[in-house]
């Protein structure tokens, strides 16, 4: 840095992005012939793929802020905005699952029986594993939110115990999930219904794991002595996104999961009376 005359970070070169990208393709790839062919060699190879270059790249971006000190007060300032336009398009990403549900469930077609959710599905009773989920993220928010506090105060020891309730109520709620697809009285090709709950809870339930890996490595580099109350934007980041987390699985939770359980007949009424009038 003594030989710069700016405050910005100008990249080294870097065999990183190039790999994720090959990852991310040999990725989709892999997951096409597993849907066609049920092989997963290819798809298992990309992902370990994709976990090797993430682990080696995290580690030069730890390495640039930590040791080297080049993330500067300007540099983490593009870092947040960055982190920021990343959490929006996030929110756009889900939006649209939303869109979905809504879309089909406000107007059930005849197809599908013209009733939400549709004849012949059994949705979820939202008052058993929905709401524990909900309580466990609920609390996961106010355990990560103990943690930054703590590490703000310059608290080794709580922000240790924090993060790990943290990560445990991740791990847990996981669990949680899968065990209830595992119990699922239908599936993802059981009409719309199907379709928007399994892809619309499944995402969510990806960036809870992907949410729980963010916060595992801040863990392990503030066990490191990585992190301090003036350095710490891995850890903010990491804590961000898991309050998105959260604030997605509310709406999951009360759109999805309790109100798309009550049942909505849209041409019940209409068709009887239109009977009733014929046999007149």
């Known amino acids: 840095m003594s030989t710069n005359s700016h405050p910005y970070h100008i990249v080294d070169q870097s065999l990183w992005p190039i790999a994720a990208a090959l990852g991310s393709m040999s990725m989709m790839t892999g997951l096409v012939i597993w849907f066609h062919t049920t092989s997963p060699i290819l798809l298992m190879t990309s992902l370990t793929i994709l976990s090797i270059t993430s682990y ?6 730890a390495r640039e802020g930590t ?16 982190m920021v336009l990343f959490i ?5 990403f889900f939006l649209s699952f939303f869109w979905a549900f809504f879309h089909s ?9 013209s009733a939400w959710p549709p004849t012949e599905v059994s949705p979820f009773n939202p008052f058993q594993i929905p709401l524990l989920n909900t309580t466990i993220l609920l609390s996961s928010g106010i355990t990560v939110t103990w943690a930054h506090h703590s590490l703000m105060e310059n608290n080794y020891s709580q922000t240790t115990q924090a993060l790990t309730v943290t990560i445990l109520l991740g791990a847990y709620f996981s669990a949680l999930q899968a065990f209830e697809y595992m119990e699922a009285p239908f599936t993802i090709s059981d009409s719309v219904y199907g379709s928007t709950f399994f892809v619309a809870t499944g995402f969510h339930g990806l960036h809870v794991i992907i949410g729980t890996t963010f916060l595992l490595i801040s863990l392990m580099r503030h066990k490191n002595n990585h992190l301090s109350p003036e350095h710490h934007f891995g850890f903010e980041a990491a804590a961000w996104y898991w309050h998105f987390v959260d604030v997605v699985w509310l709406f999951l939770f009360t759109s999805i999961y309790w109100w798309g359980s009550y049942k909505i007949s849209m041409m019940k009424v209409p068709l009887v009376s239109n009977q009733k009038a014929h046999n007149k």
């Open 105 to 113: 469930s406000l107007a059930p077609t005849p197809e599908i029986g």
């Open 67 to 82: 040791h080297q000190g080049l993330h500067t007060s300007i540099v983490t300032q593009g870092l947040r905005s960055g």
């Open 56 to 61: 080696l790249w995290w580690r030069d971006v």
């Open 88 to 92: 929006v398009s996030e929110i756009l």
